[in-house]
């Protein structure tokens, strides 16, 4: 039923399907979860549910539909993030991994070009509505979009953490290069 209320023609719904999706992915990307494909394939599986009750009477576009479910999904996963308390792994002591990590972190952080570098520490200081202000000051100063702002901060932080990765496998710390960053 879902795929005949996306589109008439099999081929027509299943592009249509495979567009919302990704779309889907990409709204909990920007969002910072972590689970997107997951929080994606769940809200398709709500609207499945419901396709029955309000597909002969709902007019419009099906992906709007789509996308006020994602909203109310991401709803309750950030008030699961803020029930369940972060509990980081237990480090040894004695391995100096966190000294490492932070020496990979910095060094790649060195080999990001200025801007970026500005870019990522500038996003992520402040707390709570300060921060919120922040970002929006950010965004108007560089004349883009919050979610363009979103994404390019989230490249940056991929290729961050590519380099980090990679270091750390290397045992780099004390060599990173351009070459190990892909930013």
Known sequence: MLLNWLDSSRE???????????????????????????????????????????????????ALYFYGVARKVHME???KQRSTPAVPP???????EDDEQYTCLERCMEVLTLDN????????QDDR??????????????????????LRVFRI?????ECVLNCLKNGLARNVSPDNVIA
């Open 157 to 161: 932080r991929a290729a961050l953490q």
């Open 77 to 79: 996963y950030m008030r």
């Open 12 to 62: 027509g719904a299943g592009r249509r399907y495979v567009e919302i999706r990704r779309r889907l992915v990409q709204f909990f990307v920007c969002r910072g979860c972590h689970e997107s494909e997951q929080m994606a394939d769940l809200t398709i599986d709500r609207v499945a549910q419901k396709v029955p009750r309000i597909a002969e009477g709902y007019s419009g576009d099906p």
């Open 129 to 150: 509505q300060l921060k919120i202000d922040h970002r929006r000051e950010l965004a108007r100063h560089l004349d883009i979009g919050m979610n363009a702002l979103r």
């Open 117 to 124: 570098r500005l870019l990522v520490l500038k996003y992520y």
């Open 90 to 96: 237990p480090l040894d002591e004695n391995s100096g």
